[in-house]
């Protein structure tokens, strides 16, 4: 299944904008999941790949995440990045928000980070990017860091199944009507010997499943 290119994807995003935050009500309870299985309480430097409107940031700065914790957050998209440096002005040098040329190679030195947060991006990358993110992922992760993972995936039960269905068609169709997001099955592209599972859920709130995935960042040769 051919995917967005990332100049397609940050023409779509850039148009798309805070539009983002309004319809997505199938994210909603994944990501709660997410933040209650991210131990965010002992985080001291979380990066996240993809922060859209900075939507995710802001609440985990202002609720989650120990008041020392600092944030990098990325994004290919110039909407996107200027809407994400004004939420996140309240929280100074702590949360830094930079522009990228949509390169998984990530400007961030190995082992520098305790969570990496990703929520609804793989579903847009191809499989190729998805395991070059999960390896630069494992590399700005300390030993024992969490990556903490939320993406849509393809369901079980009727309702499920036509749901995913149906979104399939609209990617093929045109993927633009979905924000060039297809059903993806995360824990396929985890290698065990790179990533110990700690948490790992499919919830299909209204019809369309989403996959939580929350593994720790196995390292030979490095303390956690
Ligand atoms: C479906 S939105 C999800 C946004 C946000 N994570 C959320 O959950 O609301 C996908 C986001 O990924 C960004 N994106 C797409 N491809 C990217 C790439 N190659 N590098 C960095 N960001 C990318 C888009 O600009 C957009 O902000």
Redesign the pocket.
């Known amino acids: 299944m051919r995917t967005f290119s990332?100049a397609r994807?940050?023409r779509f995003?850039d148009r798309f904008g805070a539009r983002?935050d309004r319809g997505?009500l199938y994210?909603r309870r994944p990501i709660e999941l997410l933040i209650e299985n991210a131990e965010l309480d002992e985080a001291t430097a979380v990066f996240e790949?993809?922060?859209?409107?900075g939507?995710?940031a802001e609440r985990l700065l202002s609720r989650h995440l120990p008041e020392r914790a600092t944030y990098t957050a990325?994004?290919?998209?110039d909407t996107?990045f200027e809407l994400t440096r004004e939420r996140l002005a309240p929280w100074g040098p702590r949360a830094e928000v930079r522009l990228?040329a949509?390169d998984m190679d990530l400007d961030a030195a190995g082992s520098s980070h305790d969570r990496f947060v990703?929520?609804?991006?793989f579903d847009?990358?191809s499989v190729d990017?998805i395991h070059k993110l999960l390896g630069e992922a494992r590399r700005v992760l300390r030993p024992g860091g969490l990556l903490c993972l939320a993406s849509l995936t393809a369901g079980h039960g009727f309702g499920a199944k036509l749901a995913t269905g149906l979104w399939r068609l609209a990617y093929l169709i045109a993927p633009a009507l979905v924000?060039g997001?297809r059903p993806i099955r995360l824990w396929r592209h985890i290698y065990a010997e790179h990533w110990e599972a700690r948490y790992r859920r499919v919830v299909c709130p209204g019809g369309l499943c989403s996959e939580v995935l929350v593994a720790s960042c196995v390292k030979d040769g490095e303390a956690p």
């Open positions: 990332h994807a940050k995003y983002q997505a994210e790949f993809g922060c859209g409107t939507r995710l990325v994004d290919i998209s996107m990228t949509g990703c929520a609804y991006v847009l990358l990017d924000g997001c």
